[in-house]
């Protein structure tokens, strides 16, 4: 099989033994790469898939990137994907995944890597050095106890040239430690090296600790507290190699097509556009950045980019969650904006150098504002905490916060754990029923998507692994509701821009527009169990395999377009036709789909095997006990839905809440079309055969935890 | 807008300057794309000036006619209040109305500043909860 776009090896490292071996790409290349490379790893090398947390030294990690990766497929060629058991869920820490950005998987395939395998657990504290095919498991004694900033300077400060890399071509084999036997490569860079660290958090195995990247994170699953519990500080990672493309002039001329067509025009943009790929480029940090004085900063390859980089010397590269999270509480002690954007931007650089996730601080904060208010936690109190409540909102406070919670002391002794671990541990049950701890799915905060309006992110979250953070549809909602609040012309009215969308969604959904209705008369059908299945498999292989940036695949609509239809799966600058330019494959954007539906199904094996079963699919029960609260964190909800007579308008979905029962019935919908057993939502041996998946079936089988076939 | 607002006493402009107790705060949200909507809440005039500062980012989600209703009730400001309600029934949108709330809540504050002689621009000043 051709391997354009590989890099050709597989690195596993043995911390246990402090081994470095070498596998070879090809046996996976049907997994495609990314999460389906990373499923397959996982399920190769983990010995006891059982296991429920991630701190289990069996527990394995494996760091992957896809063929786009390193080549200039926009928006996707710098990404990278991380899969372990993770850690302080509620209960079962489910096999679970994150994306990040940045350098990172560019440079490990110039080094010669397409994923790296992180096994056992190192007796001390190491880091390790790639450079090209030169792997070394180095004492990290030095770095250990160091904020993840600091941390990779000092990798840089080892590894640098001696003559610096701003002014010399930098050869490898001079630099300090390295190799002074006969050289395989040639290989000279001005690159520092690419360096995936962890903070404080992670050493300390707290909840929400996470992997870096400079300003990029794997963010959710506590894949931090995994490489601290394998006493793994950093990879770092220098490559002078390159990726062959199949077809470099298909790839051209798929990236002209895509700015011709489906890009706003830089002379005349439309700022109101309805597109995902479409868009300027624009950082998304979300706190008003004090200067003007900025530009754009991007995951290498990519054109969009989304972080920004300025003079101030704080807040760089900080973007979208951690520079929100703390925002409701600076405006209450912010004397003017320029102050707010400051104290946001270094809130945000804190939670980068201890290397923590602030994500889960978006809700758990305002809850534990409300346990502090209710008289239950400060000094003396039944949860005793000597936080400064009297100056939250300041940097004194957020920093001391974010330091409990990276070190295990005053609160974050319990929320390192899990919070809704910690709940319980505090006779807090009741804020999960009253909705003051607002913790939907698996003991994951709700992310902003509540569930009892859109469903395809509370549905898709609960029948995956984490909260699912996949923005594929709730475009609709977010520009649809701005327009709306600004009582701008709808650009695309409900029934033609379900239509659209329907028109490429094959094989579950195509020209099927009712997956969209998410009305009440609707929001328990066959038709919204399609519209779960076709993200979670699309994404699976395109955007978590692939790694197509979220922010950007898929583009179903786009009024760039003459005709209104996105990018996606078109035949000139489909997701497909880049995949092929680079691969030399010729995939159609089913075939990826089908291949994403193999690669969910391998992780539904895991996630039985860790003791996935269909009674433990449920919200938190406020989710079922209460209504989302209606005209009250915003006047309206739209979304696209039909009423009783079938006309499609846009709606407003809040005020409802779901039914227990119905939502439990709905999940035997799921499990019907998925091929899974609906009293257990195990899956069957006949579906795991079609999907070629024989393997899964026979440890089902061997741990009695097949499922029984069902009469059509 | 021209909204005239008599200039507070200096007993209102105390309590248009401070933050209320936990339980007396008003919920807030925040659509931002990518993020969603996120909780919130408002503890005080100051803030929700802040909070209502045009952003092109983040949109604030607040029901203007309950925001009349707590600035009459919480804050005791009548007259406010009733600016506010006019301009949450005669704005052209949602945004268009909390963008004049923005600026009556900015007038009142500098009513409020000067009334007090505290010209520190929106420091909140907080009440013991």
Known sequence: MAMYGYAGKILRLDLTNREVLVLNTEKYRGWGGGHGLGSALFWEFCRDKTIIDGRNPANVCVVATSPLCGTSVPSATGRCEVVAVGVGYDGISWFTRSGIGGRFSTMLKYAGWDAVVIEGRSEKPVWVDIRNDKVVIRDAAGLWGKDAWTAQQEIWSIIGSSAGTHNAWQDLADLKGADKQERKDEGRSTQKPAVMVIGPAGENQCHGALIHDAGNGAGQGGFGSVWGSKNLKAISVIGTGSIKVADPKALIQARQALKQKYITSYEKPDFRQWSRIGGLARPITQAPIPTDERRPQSCQGCVNGCRSRSNLGYGNESACQETSWYNEFIQKVAKNAKEFGELSLRVADLCQKYGINSFVLQTGLPWLEHLHEEGVLGPGKKIHSTLPWEKLGTLEFAEKLIHALSTKTDIGRDLAEGWVPAARKWGREKDLHTGAMQFSYWGCPEHGYDPRAELEWGYGSIMGDRDTNLHCFNFMFTTVSAAFAYSLPIRIEAEDLVRIQARKMAPYAKDRPEVFDFSDANMYSEAVAQLVRWQQHYCRFWKNSALYCDLKWPDLFNT??????????????????????????????????????????????????????????????????????KNELFPFYMWPCRDEKGKWAYTDLMGRSLDKKKFDEWKTLFYRLEGWNTKTGWPTRKTL???NLVFAAEALKAAGRLGEEEKA | MNTRLSPPTEE??????????????????????????????????????????????????????????WIEQVIRDPELAGAVRAAARTAGSHVDGCMQVYELVGLRLDQAREATGRHEANAPIREES
């Open chain 1, 560 to 629: 760039n377009a003459p005709n209104r239809e996105g990018a996606t799966g078109s035949s000139d600058a489909g997701e497909q036709v880049f995949w092929n330019a680079v691969t030399g494959d010729a995939m159609t954007l089913e075939d990826g789909i089908a291949l994403g539906r193999r690669i969910w199904n391998l992780d539904n094996a895991i996630w039985v095997l860790q003791g996935r079963h269909r009674d433990r699919v449920h919200f938190a029960p406020y989710v079922y006990e209460t209504k989302y609260e």
């Open chain 1, 689 to 691: 055969e079609q999907l």
């Open chain 2, 12 to 69: 209102l402009a105390i309590r248009i300057l401070a933050a209320v107790p936990y339980k007396d705060r008003i919920p807030a949200g925040r659509l931002t794309p990518r993020l969603g909507i996120t909780r919130g809440s408002v503890r005080g005039l100051p803030e929700l000036h802040l909070y209502l500062a045009p952003d092109t980012r983040t949109l604030p989600g607040m029901n203007l006619e309950r925001l009349a209703d």
